[in-house]
């Protein structure tokens, strides 16, 4: 990670809107929050990598003792190394990178020591800057045959993108060529000469976060944007995707944009699937590098954090890893009421500024993200299935995990830094134990984690700008319950129908249990059929919608299973119609492209005026300006209609063109459904 990423991530992604946070109120005036936890809607499992974070070989404390027991306690289960940007010009046999500092103690069995003593999995980053395929393939053979550590994951450079290609250079890259192209095929070699090695690893290719710089530009020496060519050519080769994520802006902005997250996961599993070719669910995904903007030590980082951490585990994300453990003191600030050191570190370095006037706590002294990752140790486990979870107001955040033992933890972060807000909370298929639940809190300014038995389990108060989480019993802990339904697809998926599919569970009472099949309609469920089978055709669904569907066994005596995992599809345009719309994004600078669109009129008959109609998927997407057609958006509904010179379109093939510049400030779903005059169009 270099500074100047961040920056420039943040500039090319100004938000359109950001949360604004009301005049200071009491808890006891203000109105309880609705929070929904649905058990119902099964989601993502929680991964045995799931918590990560970046150690760095110009931190002196890697190895020692006091770090990895920290890094254990907050149950980290994944180390990433050499550190950032220093992985493209470390070379790991001699223990240097020329250009940077290397600290003491720091080398690679070192690492490997400490990783061993947090039990952590490591991810090591083959330096692809400086470095060549038989260097990696050495440093696999030392790992895993000469040493035995078993090392498996293995990324193939760093935020290479950042060479030069796209204008800003903070990446080493000695390659002559910088393309995407180049990366690509280059990879494709590193992961046959590192697999020749040791087949059993796993070998990542480095992405971009969608609606972060720079996704969506194109080089002039690649097909496509960076996403788009890397995965085109070293797909097949490749297990999983890296991915870095800095949302830059204010506090609020930072906070705010967690709710990215659906989409940029919608996006980037789109795109492996497009163009990783066979088998695209294969490759996995993780997020190595993250953090704020404003309040990196405070709470700020803490609720970021645990808000996305929990975010994109929900969505099947293997391992998200905070950058980093130790980094040094940067800008002091003072963030809702704390000084913030600038520090990128979740542990303190323990250093002064450059004329002494603000010394850091005593080195390894935790700061707030240290406290969030220990939060979110307290709430998901490896094993933990997360459930649907959400509230009706912005500025509060809720999260969800079910045990394997049938115990409900629910995570509640208060985003407001000034006010309290009481919560009630509903529950959908479960019913929690009476009295009151334990109860985990970290609040604004505080050294650890605090535990108590307080409230209920549907009422509770969340002090400002909080963590909280609840773990709560059943009511009922040894009900037995029949197996959950395995994994469903979505096959033969038109514009108003879709067939799910799944692998009957095993009988429950010696007869075939009944399938529930639910949609997901934020947290609430809503169940859309039912059947004894292993397939379901759910019909009158809307073109051009994403669903999220799971399932549920009932047996015989009317037990109910846990959820499946869930499945997401969208459905398309109609086959045939008598109009047809192209929409193309024809020229992206990261927050804004050339929109156009071609109409074709299919039908019998001319056409004498148009309209045009669709919907944006998001709410920060919006025409700025137009041509050969008057735009309006009223928020996200966007009609287009002719002028005087394009207004008549011939019967059978008559077409015509309009074109728009589009704004984003968060990940660009085109929309894909499209009316003309009223009548929903084919989408070409």
């Not at 690509?184 to 090695?197: P, Q, R, S, T």
């Amino acid at each position: 990670m270099k500074r100047i990423a961040t920056a420039l991530a943040a500039a090319l992604s100004l938000p359109l809107g950001c949360l604004s946070v009301a005049n200071p109120v009491s808890a006891a005036d203000a109105d309880p929050v609705t929070v929904t936890v649905n058990a119902r809607a099964g989601l993502a499992t929680v991964p045995g990598t799931a918590l990560g974070v970046n150690h760095a070989i110009w931190d002196s404390n890697l190895g020692t003792t006091g770090t990895s027991d920290l890094l254990r306690a907050a149950g980290v289960r994944m180390l990433r190394y050499p550190g950032g940007s220093y992985a493209d010009i470390y070379h790991w046999e001699t223990h240097t990178a020329p250009g940077g500092y290397v600290a003491p103690d720091t080398d690679f069995d070192t690492f490997m020591a400490a990783a061993q003593r947090v039990g952590a999995e490591p991810m090591i980053i083959a330096n692809y800057g400086t470095g060549t395929p038989a260097e990696a393939a050495g440093w696999v053979r030392y790992a895993n045959v000469t040493k035995g550590y078993g090392a498996k994951y293995w990324t193939i450079g760093n935020e290479n993108y950042g060479n030069g290609l796209y204008g800003s250079a903070w990446e080493a890259d000695d390659h002559a060529d910088k393309s995407a192209t180049g990366y690509a095929n280059l990879v494709v070699e590193y992961a046959d000469a590192m697999k020749a090695v040791d087949p059993g690893i796993k070998v990542g290719a480095v992405l971009t976060m969608p609606a972060n710089w720079p996704d969506g530009l194109k080089a002039d020496a690649d097909p496509g944007p960076w996403n788009q060519t890397v995965l085109s050519i070293a797909g097949p080769k490749i297990d999983f995707v890296d991915v870095h994520w800095y949302p830059g802006g204010g506090a609020a902005e930072s906070l705010a944009r967690t709710s990215h997250i659906d989409d940029a996961m919608w996006l980037l599993r789109q795109q492996i699937t497009r163009y990783a070719g066979a088998n695209p669910e294969r490759i996995g995904i993780s997020f190595t590098e993250m953090n704020v903007g404003t309040g990196q030590n405070t709470q700020p980082g803490a609720l970021f954090l645990a808000d996305a951490y929990s975010g994109l585990l929900e969505r099947g994300v293997f391992t998200v890893q905070w950058w980093n453990v130790h980094n040094g003191i940067g800008t002091v600030s003072t963030v809702a009421g704390q000084t913030d050191y600038g520090d990128f570190g979740m542990l303190s370095s323990g250093g002064c500024t450059a004329d002494g006037s603000v010394c850091e706590p005593p080195l390894n002294t935790p700061f707030a993200p240290y406290h969030g990752l220990s939060m979110m140790n307290t709430f998901a486990k490896a094993g933990d299935q997360f459930i649907r979870a959400g509230t009706d107001q912005p500025l509060v955040a809720a999260h969800a995990v079910r045990r394997g033992n049938g115990d409900v933890a629910v995570l509640l972060l208060n985003k407001d830094p000034d006010n309290a807000y009481p919560v009630s909370i509903d529950y959908a298929g479960f019913t929690p134990a009476a009295g009151a639940p334990t109860v985990h809190t970290y609040a604004n300014g505080a050294t650890s984690i605090a535990q108590s038995s307080t409230g209920d389990a549907t009422s509770q108060v969340l002090p400002p700008y909080s963590l909280t989480t609840l773990v709560l019993h059943p009511a009922d802990p040894g009900a037995a319950r029949p197996a959950a339904p395995g994994q469903p697809r979505a096959v033969g998926v038109t514009d108003r129908t879709a067939t799910i599919e799944w692998p009957l569970p095993p009988p429950s009472g010696g007869t075939a249990p009944k399938i529930e099949v639910y949609r997901q309609n934020g947290a609430v469920s809503e169940q859309v059929g039912e059947t004894t089978g292993t397939s379901f055709t759910v019909h009158n669904l809307n073109p051009g919608t994403r669903y999220t569907v799971n399932l549920l066994a009932r047996d015989a005596a009317g037990r109910v299973s846990w959820s499946s995992p869930p499945v997401t599809f969208t459905t398309g345009s109609p086959a045939e119609s008598t109009c047809t719309v192209r929409f193309a994004d024809t020229n992206d600078w990261g927050n804004g492209y050339i929109g156009a669109i071609d109409i074709v009129n299919n039908g019998t008959k001319p056409i004498d005026g148009w309209t045009l109609t669709f919907d944006w998927p998001t709410g920060w997407q919006r025409v700025s300006s137009g041509w050969s057609g008057t735009f309006e958006q009223v928020g996200t509904a966007v009609k287009v209609t002719s002028t005087v010179d394009n207004g008549r379109l011939a019967a059978n093939g008559g077409s015509t063109s309009a074109g728009f510049v589009g704004e984003y400030s968060g990940p660009n779903v085109l929309p894909t459904v499209f009316r003309l005059n009223g009548t929903v169009c084919t989408t070409g």
